[in-house]
């Protein structure tokens, strides 16, 4: 099943090609995430992340709901540093 996962944006930065990235917090990981198509986030907000792409931002209380109903369905594997 394909799903988006929520993160808190820690960094953002742009590579030389112009692109935008930043740094992710998914539980207890940090993934590189590309934020082309959120171009306005900055570091605090919650973004909904699909194959390494941010593809929505959310606010935290909705992350929060999201992952919870992940970690019920058992769903967060891989997403903890322990995984």
């Known amino acids: 099943m394909c799903l988006g996962v929520p993160g808190k944006v820690l960094s953002v930065e742009e590579d030389e090609l112009?692109?935008?990235?930043?740094?992710?917090?998914f539980g207890g990981i940090v993934r590189k995430v590309n934020l082309s198509y959120t171009p306005d986030v900055k570091v605090g907000d919650?973004?909904?992340?699909?194959?390494?792409?941010?593809?929505?931002k959310i606010d935290e209380d909705?992350?929060?709901?999201?992952?919870?109903?992940?970690?019920?369905?058992?769903?967060?594997?891989?997403?903890?540093e322990t995984g």
Request: charged share 25%.
């Open 62 to 80: 909705e992350a929060m709901r999201v992952f919870e109903y992940l970690k019920r369905m058992g769903d967060l594997e891989g997403l903890d």
């Open 46 to 56: 919650y973004v909904v992340v699909h194959v390494g792409f941010a593809i929505s």
């Open 18 to 25: 112009g692109l935008l990235y930043g740094k992710v917090k």
